[in-house]
């Protein structure tokens, strides 16, 4: 039987990821919280990271240009964690 997690009632941001959203342009942001919407109804969807700096957040390409991470919780919120630039690779 499929592991189910509760319903996300909310969505939190650290202060890092709150100030990379001044980096995306109006386009990326509404993808943006089009995909967080997708993200508060399946918070598993996305794959974790496997290792270095970001491991075990999960994330997602948002138009090539940004890597999103963020971590699901138990209580049924989600953290965004990070918003970096795809080509800066975490380590």
Known sequence: MPETSPAVT????????ILALASLTAAERKVLFDRL????AF???YPRRQRGRFA???????DQRWLV?????????????A?????ARPR
């Open 10 to 17: 909310s969505i939190r941001w650290t202060n890092e990821a």
């Open 37 to 40: 919407d997708a993200v508060t």
């Open 43 to 45: 918070a598993q969807m």
């Open 56 to 62: 075990g957040l999960r994330y997602f390409a948002l």
């Open 69 to 81: 991470y963020y971590q699901p919780s138990d209580r049924g919120d989600v953290l965004v964690f």
């Open 83 to 87: 918003i970096v630039p795809a080509l």
